[in-house]
Structure formats: structure tokens, C-alpha cells
């Protein structure tokens, strides 16, 4: 063997190595930061901002603690529109319902995520395509979530409405992971596909049928945007009103059931 595949080679080995250090050290850290929890004061913020958090088990809290613990230290949140800067209660009140989504689900926390932009209300931005538009809330495949306050504060405050933005726009984040938004996230198995696709894929069309003659459902109607609303509407739904998603849509219900690993039907 030549010098220079032996150099070759023994480049390879140490970028594998330094990935493979790297990868040890972050686990290592996160693995430290989930054993820790909210303190009291911590906890009536997001109790205060985040009702919802007092009717989710015991050990769905603690496990969605120690991610918001990760998310806290590894995300940056950015003051954008004027907002003088994202306070504790903000950063808290963002970071209850976006991690309650991958409490069940490690294997989805938000890897693609850097920054979380924050404005005090509706917001005019242009999107990763350069489309500008009002929003209250954006997630972009390129690492931010573009969050309007007052929104975030109106869709955590009354967990009956089906609409929070936090858990819309962090379904989208999952649905991204995998490089594509289209309403079908990375699933466990590749026979779960199919059974998603007979799931949601039916329902979906009969969801916009009904949105289009004008007939109301457990669902905004927002969700007959297209298949990526609809899977965030769902989330949406499934967390602030699963009684009435279990009725409307079971076999949607269950998939989401078994895909975030709770049922807040039961809550």
C-alpha cells in the first residue's frame, strides 16, 4: 500500500474519530441536562403560561422537563420586530409545549434547529423562498421558528381551542426532520408508512371536502392547506382536543397515539 492511501486512510480515521469524540460529548451533556428539572418558580411559569401542563402525567412532565433542558441550553432565542429581548417566561412558555411533543420521541429533537426568532405579534418576514407575508408563526427547514408572542401567549392560555402555534409550528419541525415537509415524519418502521398513508391520507381528502362545503370539524381549517397543515393541525388538535379528534378521526387519532407515545385522551 502506497504512502499516500496510507495518509488517506488515516485521515478518514481521525475525522471518524473527532465525529465520533464529538457526537460521545454532546450526548454525554444532554444525558446531563435531562436528569435535571424545573424548580418550583420555574414550574408555576409554565403552569401560569401553559395550563395544559397540569393535566399531563407525572412522567410525561419529568421526561418533558429534562428536554426542555437540552432545548433551553442548545437553542439561541432572538428578539426580533421591536420585542426588547425573550424572557424567561417567553423562553419557557415556548419550550413546555415543544418539547412535550418529543418527550416520547428523543429521536426527534429538533436537530435541524438553531434559532428561535420571537416577535412581539403578527410579523411581515420573508420566508426561506423569499416569499414575504403576515404571519404568527413560521418553521423553516433551514434551523429557526419564527414565533408572534401574543400568539404564543393566546394558543397556550386556553388548551380547549385546538390552536396552539408552539405545538403547529414545532409538528412542523418534526415533519422537516427528514428533509421534506408533507405530513409524513420519519416513522419507527417502514411498515408504519403505510398504515400513516391509510391513516391520514383518506382523511385528509375528506377533511377538505368538508372544509370546502363549508361544514365544520374538530379541526381548523387551516389544515386543508395542504398535507404539512394538516399533520400540524392534527398535533395541534390531538393535544387540546382529543376527545373530539378520537371521535372525528380515530384511525388518525391512534397513529398519532402511537407516534408521539401518549394519549392525552386519557388525561
Not at 500500500?1 to 460521545?24: E, P, R, T, Y
Not at 412558555?93 to 403578527?122: F, H
Request: charged letters at 25%.
Amino acid at each position: 500500500m502506497n504512502a499516500g492511501l496510507w495518509l488517506l486512510l488515516a485521515g478518514i480515521a481521525i475525522v471518524a474519530l473527532v465525529v465520533f469524540l464529538h457526537s460521545k460529548r454532546i450526548g454525554d451533556q444532554r444525558s446531563r441536562l435531562r436528569a435535571q428539572r424545573l424548580d418550583e418558580r420555574q414550574r408555576g411559569i409554565v403552569i401560569e403560561y401553559f395550563p395544559l401542563w397540569e393535566e399531563i402525567p407525572q412522567e410525561i412532565r419529568m421526561e418533558t422537563e429534562g428536554w426542555m433542558q437540552v432545548f433551553l441550553a442548545e437553542k439561541s432565542f432572538e428578539a426580533c420586530g421591536g420585542l426588547e429581548r425573550v424572557t424567561e417566561e417567553m423562553q419557557l412558555a415556548i419550550a413546555a409545549p415543544a418539547c412535550l411533543l418529543i418527550a416520547r420521541r428523543p429521536q426527534d429533537y429538533y436537530e435541524r434547529l438553531r434559532s428561535i426568532l420571537v416577535y412581539p405579534d403578527a410579523f411581515t418576514v420573508k420566508n426561506e423562498w423569499g416569499e414575504e407575508g403576515v404571519n404568527l408563526g413560521e418553521s423553516w427547514g433551514t434551523g429557526s421558528v419564527v414565533l408572534a408572542w401574543q400568539s404564543v401567549k393566546q394558543g397556550d392560555l386556553n388548551p380547549e381551542d385546538g390552536l396552539n402555534v408552539v405545538l403547529h409550528e414545532f409538528a412542523h419541525q418534526i415533519d422537516q426532520e427528514d428533509g421534506a415537509a408533507d405530513g409524513v415524519p420519519e416513522l419507527e418502521e417502514a411498515s408504519d408508512y403505510g398504515k400513516w398513508s391509510r391513516a391520514f391520507l383518506p382523511a385528509y381528502d375528506q377533511f377538505c371536502e368538508r372544509v370546502n362545503a363549508g361544514k365544520r370539524t374538530v379541526m381548523d381549517d387551516y389544515g386543508a392547506e395542504n398535507p404539512a397543515e394538516f399533520f400540524a393541525v392534527a398535533t395541534e388538535t390531538f393535544f387540546e382536543r382529543s376527545k373530539g379528534l378520537k371521535r372525528e378521526e380515530p384511525e388518525i387519532y391512534a397513529e398519532l397515539v402511537k407516534f408521539y407515545g401518549m394519549d392525552p385522551g386519557t388525561w
